[in-house]
């Protein structure tokens, strides 16, 4: 019995009259972000509600499993939405149920706001996505992201992708991506408050004074290594200090390069 059900206290306070600063998840906004070109990342995955109502995001790494935050799994209906850039634009786009699909929660993820926050979502063979669809201009809308390799070492230029929600819950048309500064586990711990349950199975962003480091993107996406040829997922957004917008706290990743055992056992695909 791999699922959990994982009742979340979700206490992101409407950053209200009260500043000062608490950790939670990502409201969704990439803040100074900009948009991405077209078919730039195959590999995301828009998680929404029954509505199509986007509430999470994911990263394809085959062709039936979804790499997310085990704070996204808390609904088990909805679908996993993949091949979009212009939301409102269906040409390319695969859409999958989540009503055959089996969620996995990593067993040492607490519920809230702290390590381990990392999930899988396995669908069924015959709900597989089609990783060879060609689109108009030739390029494949649907691609997996390729795994870190062990030995990454956790820093370095990486990149963002999202179509995160801005405060009135309106998404941007297009996905956004944002330039991050990917910063070590000692370097991260030393910029976070005392108090922070931050792991070093984490990874972090952050850009010194600078509030676009904190709390971007959307919850389960990914964080990546851009390549020329195959990205590489290095971190799925987990939570960051709220309100976003006022905080230059680092942001938070499950770091994936610390679950490559976890995932090689959890997934179906070997
Ligand atoms: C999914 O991937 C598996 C393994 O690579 C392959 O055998 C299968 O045909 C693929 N399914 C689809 C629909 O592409």
Not at 143 to 168: I, M, Q
């Amino acid at each position: 019995m791999r699922t959990f059900v994982v009742i979340l206290a979700l206490a992101l306070a409407a950053a209200s009259a009260n500043l000062i600063p608490q950790p939670g998840f990502p409201d969704g906004r990439i803040i100074n972000g900009y948009e991405a070109t077209k078919g730039e990342a195959p590999y995301i995955v828009s998680l929404q509600s029954t509505s199509s109502s986007h509430f999470c995001a994911g990263s394809l790494i085959d062709n039936v499993t979804i790499l997310t935050a085990a704070h996204c799994l808390t609904n088990k209906e909805g679908q996993a939405v993949c091949g979009a850039h212009d939301r409102t634009n269906q040409q390319d786009v695969q859409i999958r149920k989540f009503t055959n699909a089996q969620y996995v929660i990593h067993e040492k993820y607490g519920g809230g706001v702290g390590p381990n926050d990392i999930g899988l979502i396995l669908l069924n063979e015959e709900d597989a996505f089609d990783l060879n669809a060609v689109s108009r201009d030739g390029s494949n809308p649907v691609a997996a992201v390729g795994l870190p390799s062990k030995t990454f070492e956790g820093t370095g230029d990486g990149c963002l992708y999202g179509w995160g929600r801005d405060n009135s819950g309106l998404l941007p048309t297009n996905l956004q991506k944002l330039d991050a500064n990917v910063i070590g586990y000692t370097e991260c711990k030393n910029a976070l408050p005392v108090t922070s349950s931050i792991a070093e199975t984490n990874v972090c962003t952050h850009t010194s004074g600078k509030a676009d480091g904190a709390c971007n993107g959307d919850s389960g996406g990914p964080l990546v290594i851009k390549s020329e040829y195959v990205d590489t997922i290095i971190g799925i957004v987990s939570w960051g200090y709220t309100p976003c917008a006022s905080t230059t706290y680092p942001s938070v990743y499950t770091g994936v390069a610390s679950f490559l055992p976890w995932i090689a056992e959890n997934r179906k695909a070997k």
